[in-house]
């Protein structure tokens, strides 16, 4: 199967900035979407940023212009550089990916979710 890791979370005040990383491990394929969600307490999932194979991106409109999703291939591992964070923004987040892994009966596809990553904001 593959394996989802996240790195990078934490406590900033307001205005603080945050990158997130996500590393995807396992027998590999080909990867098509990668994501960040995230979800508060009290709340549902939420999606937070998308990236496609081919660089196309997604974004809920609340993130907009304040994060920025990014991806490497070469490592499977696809960033979440956040900027400008406000409290709203607290919450677990998760990576998301989904494409092709080699097992031992040929491709089959994955859909996998990382541990989660607190990010706390607040002064």
């Known amino acids: 199967q593959v394996h989802m890791v996240e790195s990078g979370g934490g406590l900033v005040q307001p205005g603080g900035s945050l990158r997130l990383s996500c590393a995807a491990s396992?027998?590999?394929?080909?990867?098509?979407?990668m994501g960040w969600y995230r979800q508060a307490p009290g709340k549902e999932r939420e999606l937070v940023a998308r990236?496609?194979?081919?660089?196309?991106?997604i974004y809920a409109n609340s993130v907009k212009d304040r994060f920025t999703i990014s991806r490497d291939n070469a490592k499977n591992t696809v960033y979440l550089q956040m900027n400008n964070l406000k409290p709203e923004d607290t919450a677990v987040y998760y990576c998301?990916?989904?494409?092709?892994?080699?097992?031992?009966?040929?491709?089959?596809?994955?859909?996998?979710w990382g541990q989660g990553t607190q990010v706390t904001v607040s002064s």
């Open positions: 396992g027998s590999i394929f080909s990867m098509n979407f």
């Open positions: 990236i496609s194979s081919g660089r196309s991106t």
């Open positions: 998301n990916a989904d494409g092709k892994y080699s097992s031992g009966s040929g491709l089959r596809p994955f859909d996998s």
